[in-house]
């Protein structure tokens, strides 16, 4: 459970930063994604998620 905790808190600092480093950029893309269509936001998500699950994989198994 530490485990799990911690890497949620990995993945909160990183998400932060864009909003702490760069707020003025963050609401310009916020509003340029209104215009993507949803099935193109729907590809990019799944891909993102892939990768993360790639990655996982590659680090669980095959770095030890």
Known sequence: MAFILSVLGVVLILEGIPYFAFPAKVKEWSLAMQDI?????????????????FLLFVIRYLGS
């Open 37 to 53: 269509p949803p099935k193109v936001l729907r590809i990019l998500g799944l891909a993102s998620m892939g990768a993360g699950l």
